[in-house]
């Protein structure tokens, strides 16, 4: 009968003490521990997949209405909360970081609540007070404090291994309620099922892995479960009606993202066949975490020596499971529910990284839950050996629970420096090329451009070097001046990734510093059809010196829609309407509204030159004198000489009432464009 299979460990719920208060206090505990612990988490910065999930999706930039990029895409539930976070914080990461724990610490709650539920079916004879409860308390505690689950905590695009889990734990837990008779339950089911399973496709497995424990622990049969929880299953069913068309694009050999198949990389039976060697490793790091690494790029396994035993452990342990479903549920249900979480990524659907750590998040759950019952369960079959089992059981779970906290406290310092969990990486997987190419990411963001040019080098020199690393090559001999070999690099990440965006952009760059202004317009098109942010600004940049004020318009007003605090295309917009020799194009006002969020507390010369400009085409001469000496005295060093004279003669304009009229843009600082190198794309495990 399924209230009897925990009769090992568990005592009679009807002799339990287990009033409202201390069930309370256990979860009020529990909180209390994993916000002090993951307190440091909250200082982590932007890594990885953050960027292009976050800092450079335009799709999170609104909440409403909703971006088209957020409505096509297969996880959209967890791409609108980054849209609600930027909403609140922008790119500021600490609320970011808020929203990550909250639902760590969410997901730690519905498994302690899921455990007490489960044990408080149990009809059995009182062994001990409380020993439930502590079961549940210290299998979420030590779960909740563990640090394999950092990437999924504190790397901030893994909020959707989070949050699919958090709608796997809560459906889960509706099932139990409905079983004691809670039919509003129903709606918790429903409303955890749409969130996880269109949060991330791990969510797939929920029906099977819950049914399974349905079976275990509330029903006497298969029939029972049909006959009584049909609409919770149904309800739970309902997402694939979204989910199955939306999978169906995994099987498109064009995409590029992670997310998908990695059918150009890796075949279904080279993924199969190293899986059993990445489960094993994240079986290790279950008991003992370290080290830990952000970044495997794990090579596949190509010696049967290797997979076939590992293979055949992996398809014993899956045996072993099903034989224990007879004659001892609680094995044999955590054990198949391991596998079956683990499946949608470690079985053989080819994903482009073989192994990351975040996968684990969920499964550690239940290696956690096996072991607290199983050491429990142990020890208590040692009494007559181990003196006070239950004393010593409860002193090792405290003291696990202070190693591992220690070690998640440690892990998420890594978190707050780039360059510090890149290092991390590279000590575990020295020969990881990718590794190297964000080290020099990071480098180059803080503009060490010899350390980050050296990194880049050591990434193309790997056995497989992609378009990314090439182009941190060109991002680096850019601004190095070597233009001919940055052009050289560029155009082999383009070669090797027609659609890198950014490498296009970097080729434009070079091309217009390099005075090839046709060339270069062509460049920025390419990455303007590839919707690079720069790219509206840069090909602004090229129109104007081409002579096509009316052109660069539009790309102006784009640049300024998307970047409103970025003062550049907003000067050089008010310039062509202060200035321009086309009386249709002249629009003083326009350009005073478009400089007077920038104008006031700026130092920049060319920012108040521009507002001179706008000042005197609306007639307002004494104004434009006023900027304009205001420019001349920001202008006064040796390197802006050249624009200094250029503004006094605007100002003998101004001060004979006259606007001042030009046939040529206005002058830029040296460089061109707006383009951030440091912004590098960069890929991961989904």
């Known amino acids: 009968m399924p209230a009897d299979v925990l009769s090992d460990v568990v005592p009679s719920s009807s002799q339990l003490p287990w009033g409202w208060a201390a069930r309370s206090g256990c979860a009020l505990l529990l909180c209390a521990a994993l916000l002090l612990v993951w307190r440091s988490s909250l200082d982590g910065d932007f890594q990885f997949d953050d960027y292009g999930t976050v800092v450079e999706n335009r799709a999170v930039r609104s909440i409403w209405p909703l971006d088209e990029a957020l409505l096509t895409s297969n996880r959209p539930v967890g791409l609108y909360t980054f849209a609600l976070s930027y909403h609140v914080s922008e790119l500021s990461t600490h609320g970011y970081h808020v929203v990550n724990l909250l639902i760590h610490v969410a997901n730690a709650l519905l498994l302690f609540s899921g455990i007490v539920l489960t044990l408080s079916r149990s009809t059995l004879h009182q062994r001990s007070p409380g020993r439930s409860l502590a079961i549940a308390f210290f299998a979420a505690l030590l779960w909740g404090v563990h640090p394999l689950t950092t990437q999924a905590v504190t790397n901030i695009v893994q909020r959707y291994e989070s949050l699919a889990t958090l709608g796997y734990l809560a459906a889960w837990v509706g099932i139990i309620l409905v079983a004691k008779g809670v039919s509003s339950a129903n709606v918790l089911i429903l409303a955890a099922s749409w969130v996880g399973l269109l949060t991330k496709e791990t969510f797939a497995t929920a029906p099977l892995v819950i049914a399974l424990y349905d079976r275990c622990f509330l029903a006497d049969s298969w029939k029972e479960v049909a006959r009584k929880r049909w609409l919770a299953y149904l309800l739970m069913a309902t997402p694939f009606v979204w989910f199955i068309p939306s999978v169906l694009r995994w099987f498109d050999p064009t995409r590029h993202d992670s997310v998908g198949f990695g059918l150009k990389t890796i075949t279904w039976w080279e993924y199969l066949r190293t899986q059993p060697e990445v489960i094993l490793h994240y079986l290790r790091l ?35 499971g099903i034989y224990c479903l007879k004659r001892g549920p609680l094995a044999g249900f955590l054990i198949l529910a391991f596998f079956l979480i683990l ?3 470690s079985s053989f659907m080819p994903i482009a990284d073989l192994a990351v750590e975040h996968r684990m998040y969920l499964p550690l759950a239940v290696v956690v839950v096996g072991l607290v019952f199983g050491s429990l369960a142990l020890l208590e079959k040692l009494k007559g050996v181990v003196v006070h089992p239950r004393i010593v059981w409860g002193t090792l779970a405290v ?14 310092r890594d978190y707050r420096d780039g360059l510090d969990l890149w290092k991390t990486v590279l000590a575990v997987r020295p020969d990881n090329p990718r590794a190297h190419y964000m080290r020099g990411a990071e480098y180059l963001w803080r503009q060490r451009l010899d350390e980050a040019y050296a990194e880049f080098q050591q990434a193309v020199a790997s056995r497989s070097p ?23 690099s560029y155009t082999e990440a383009i070669r090797l990734k027609p659609t ?8 434009g760059v070079v091309l217009h510093q390099q005075q090839q202004l046709a060339p270069a317009k062509a460049a920025f098109e390419k990455a303007l059809e590839l919707d690079l942010e720069e790219a509206p600004y840069n090909l602004a940049a090229v129109l104007l010196d081409m002579g096509d004020e009316r052109g660069a318009i539009p790309h102006l007003e784009r640049s300024i829609q998307d970047h ?52 005197a085409e609306t007639g307002d001469f004494t104004g434009a004198e006023v900027a304009a000496k205001k420019a001349i005295n920001l202008a006064k060093t040796p390197e802006r000489a050249e624009l200094k004279q250029q503004i006094e003669e605007r100002l003998m304009a101004y001060s004979r009432k006259r606007p001042w009229r030009s046939n040529t843009s206005t002058p830029k600082p040296t460089g061109v464009g707006a383009n951030s190198p440091a912004n590098l794309p960069a890929g991961g495990g989904s």
């Open 399 to 412: 003291a696990c629970a202070i190693l591992l906290s220690w070690r998640t406290e440690v892990r998420n």
């Open 466 to 488: 992609v378009s990314d690393f090439y182009l941190g090559m060109g991002e680096c001999e850019r601004q190095f001046k070597q233009l001919e070999k940055a052009a050289a």
């Open 343 to 345: 499946a949608p990524t």
């Open 500 to 507: 890198n965006a950014r490498a296009h952009n970097g080729l």
């Open 286 to 320: 279950s008991v003992w975490p370290s080290p830990l690494c952000f970044d495997y790029v794990w090579r596949k396994q190509h010696n049967p020596a290797v997979y076939l035993p590992l293979g055949a452990a992996v398809l014993v342990t899956l045996g072993g």
């Open 564 to 615: 409103p605090r970025f003062d550049r295309p907003a000067r050089r917009l008010a310039w062509i309407l202060s200035t321009s020799a086309d009386p249709a194009l002249r629009n003083g006002p326009r350009a005073i509204e478009l400089l007077k969020v920038h104008v006031n507390e700026s130092t920049s010369p060319y920012l108040w030159d521009a507002q001179a400009a706008a000042l």
